[in-house]
């Protein structure tokens, strides 16, 4: 069975940068396609991007396109997601997902416990 870990959230001011992980254990990452999504109070969890298990396709949240980045190292059994130009409305806790490559939520089937973003004005 496949474990993920998130890390790398936390509180910065708008327009500062983090780079979030994805450590998978248990199983090879390189068998699978990462997404990341977030979810903020109140509301549905949101994609924000996905990588396919060699990198070779990518997409992002139109929102976040131009300012987030993604990415994998399969040697090191890593996702990224390095988001730069944080703004208020990318608060939320974010997850990251194994699966089939997807944008919805149901094409994923391992999930971590999510990381914490919160971005203040």
């Known amino acids: 069975q496949m474990q993920l870990v998130e890390s790398g959230g936390g509180f910065v001011q708008a327009g500062e940068s983090l780079r979030l992980s994805c450590a998978a254990s248990?199983?090879?990452?390189?068998?699978?396609?990462v997404g990341w999504f977030r979810q903020a109070p109140g509301k549905a969890r949101e994609f924000v991007a996905a990588?396919?298990?060699?990198?070779?396709?990518?997409r992002l949240l139109d929102s976040v396109n131009g300012r987030f980045t993604i990415s994998r190292d399969n040697a090191k059994n890593t996702v990224y997601l390095q988001m730069d130009s944080l703004q208020p409305g990318d608060t939320a806790v974010y997850y990251c997902?194994?699966?089939?490559?997807?944008?919805?939520?149901?094409?994923?089937?391992?999930w971590g416990q999510g990381t914490q973003v919160t971005v203040s004005s």
């Open positions: 248990g199983r090879n990452l390189r068998d699978y396609a």
């Open positions: 997902a194994a699966g089939s490559w997807g944008v919805h939520a149901r094409e994923y089937d391992v």
């Open positions: 990588i396919t298990w060699n990198g070779g396709s990518r």
